[in-house]
């Protein structure tokens, strides 16, 4: 039997666990981002960046924990999700990480907004999306092969 057609389970630990890596990877990714204040259009400190990160990654978390009110089962597949999507912005970020940090350049250096994306960057984001989420969704079913 191929690797792809044997039957995987995970275990809640593994679950939490990689939810686990995945929030801190999502914290790093979500700090790195060069945010402007509405206000003043200046750049935060990182200090505020650092403090702002898990926002989005909290925000989240309330799909497991919802799943979670139901049944084990619920908690099961709403970790995986969780895991899922914010390691797929963890990656996405590292991916776009010069283009971020050339906007970033810009709005630092005084311009009032960022340049605009074009449909093919938007086309090329969403292809790039799409291929990250299957890789990262089949990674993660198969860890507890990779494990034994």
Same mark, same amino acid.
């Given at each position: 039997?191929?690797w792809w057609?044997?039957e995987?389970?995970?275990s809640?630990a593994?679950l939490?666990?990689v939810a686990? !890596?995945?929030?801190?990877?999502g914290w790093?990714a979500? @700090?790195?981002m060069?945010?402007?204040s509405?206000?003043? %259009?200046?750049?935060?400190g990182?200090?505020? %960046?650092i403090?702002l990160?898990?926002l989005p990654?909290l925000?989240?978390a309330t799909?497991?924990?919802l799943a979670?009110?139901k049944d084990?089962?619920?908690l099961s597949? =709403?970790?995986?999700l969780?895991s899922?999507?914010?390691?797929v912005l963890?990656v996405l %970020?590292?991916?776009?990480? =010069?283009w971020?940090? %050339?906007?970033? $350049? *810009? *709005?630092?250096? =005084?311009?009032r907004?960022?340049?605009k994306?074009?449909?093919?960057? @938007?086309?090329l984001?969403?292809v790039?999306? *799409?291929v !990250?989420?299957?890789?990262?969704?089949?990674?993660? $079913?198969?860890l507890? *092969?990779?494990?034994t």
């Amino acid at each position: 039997m191929s690797w792809w057609q044997q039957e995987t389970t995970h275990s809640l630990a593994e679950l939490w666990i990689v939810a686990g !890596v995945a929030f801190v990877a999502g914290w790093v990714a979500f @700090s790195s981002m060069p945010l402007v204040s509405p206000k003043s %259009r200046k750049m935060l400190g990182l200090p505020a %960046r650092i403090a702002l990160g898990p926002l989005p990654l909290l925000a989240a978390a309330t799909v497991p924990f919802l799943a979670s009110m139901k049944d084990v089962e619920g908690l099961s597949m =709403g970790l995986k999700l969780y895991s899922v999507a914010i390691l797929v912005l963890a990656v996405l %970020r590292v991916v776009y990480a =010069g283009w971020i940090r %050339r906007q970033g $350049d *810009l *709005l630092r250096h =005084g311009q009032r907004t960022a340049e605009k994306v074009t449909a093919a960057q @938007s086309f090329l984001f969403v292809v790039a999306f *799409l291929v !990250v989420s299957a890789v990262v969704a089949i990674v993660l $079913d198969r860890l507890p *092969l990779l494990w034994t």
